[in-house]
């Protein structure tokens, strides 16, 4: 009897050990304002997901509506610009609010939607030792992971465009950049894929006025009928930012039409033939 109870605990305790780890895998941390995740330091990368987090009804407006689940970090100011954002390696659509003050009583201090494709960026002119509330969330309902930056800068705001002039062995790829004031290169990348694999100069870079500036990059050597992607890329001294991907098809090859005089060859070898074979017809009959 006794050895039958220690099988059925040896039975039990895993399956009770999965439960628990099924409930937490994936479930966000920080999902509260109150245990935000931080402070955080300047500059840093950090992984994080939305998914299993609830939406922050409470949270008052803050440069974007809140119509998805969010979770919440810290970070203390520099006294300087800083920069957060979500740019790069994010696999939903997401949102930024950034918030002073206590979780009891917020203040905006900025937010933003779809400021590199669809991942978001926010600049702010931070004070020094105070505390900063960041939370991210998503557009319509959507979660995911996500990738949080800060840096003490301002970084590029750009977007891709779509291409333009495509022809069956070339096309021009576009883009949009902002340089918030720093001096930026920009490049574009493209290929068969997201890998991309190949990487091509903007004819505009590097760009240094703070406006939205047209960008965009001529490319040859294409296959007819195939299907690329790109995106536009911008660097300055404070980090790297991606735009979202964009497709293109290139024309298919041209069917070959015989000129006049290739048609008179064409008509003449065929004659040619037929006189052949009927001498040949007649000498055999």
């Given amino acids: 009897m006794l050895k039958n109870k220690n099988l059925n605990l040896l039975v039990i305790f895993p399956l009770i050990l999965l439960c628990v780890l099924f409930i937490t895998v994936g479930t966000a941390s920080a999902d509260l304002c ?18 299993g987090a609830t939406i ?34 994010t696999t939903y659509d997401s949102k930024l609010s950034i918030f002073s003050g206590s979780c009891v009583s917020l203040v905006c201090v900025g937010g933003n939607d779809d400021a590199c494709g669809l991942q978001s960026s926010v600049s702010f002119t931070s004070v ?34 779509a291409a333009t002039s495509v022809a069956t062995t070339s096309a021009t790829l576009n883009g949009s950049v902002n340089t918030n004031g720093s001096d930026t290169t920009v490049t574009f990348e493209y290929g068969l ?11 505009q870079s590097p760009l240094t006025d703070p406006i939205d500036a047209s960008v965009s990059a001529p490319i040859t050597s294409l296959t007819p009928g195939t299907t690329y992607h790109f995106r536009v890329v911008a660097q ?29 060859m064409i008509i003449m070898s065929l004659m040619m033939a037929g006189s052949a074979f009927w001498m040949i017809r007649r000498r055999t009959s």
């Fill in 236 to 264: 300055n001294t404070v980090g790297t930012t991606y735009g979202a991907d964009v497709t293109f098809t290139t024309e298919a090859a041209p069917v070959a039409i015989p000129t006049l005089s290739e048609w008179g």
């Fill in 34 to 51: 109150a245990d935000a995740v931080g402070p955080l330091a300047v500059p840093s990368v950090t992984a994080g997901t939305t998914i």
């Fill in 193 to 203: 894929d997201t890998n991309y694999g190949t990487t091509v100069t903007a004819a």
């Fill in 128 to 161: 020094a030792g105070t505390e900063y509330l960041i939370l991210v969330h998503g557009f319509g309902g959507q979660t995911g992971n996500f990738t949080l930056t800060i840096e003490a800068g301002p970084i590029p705001i750009l977007s891709t465009q």
């Fill in 56 to 89: 922050d009804s409470e949270a008052p407006l803050c440069g974007t509506q809140i119509t998805s689940p969010g979770v919440w970090y810290s970070v203390i100011g520099t006294g300087g610009m800083m920069t957060v954002f979500t740019c790069g390696v």
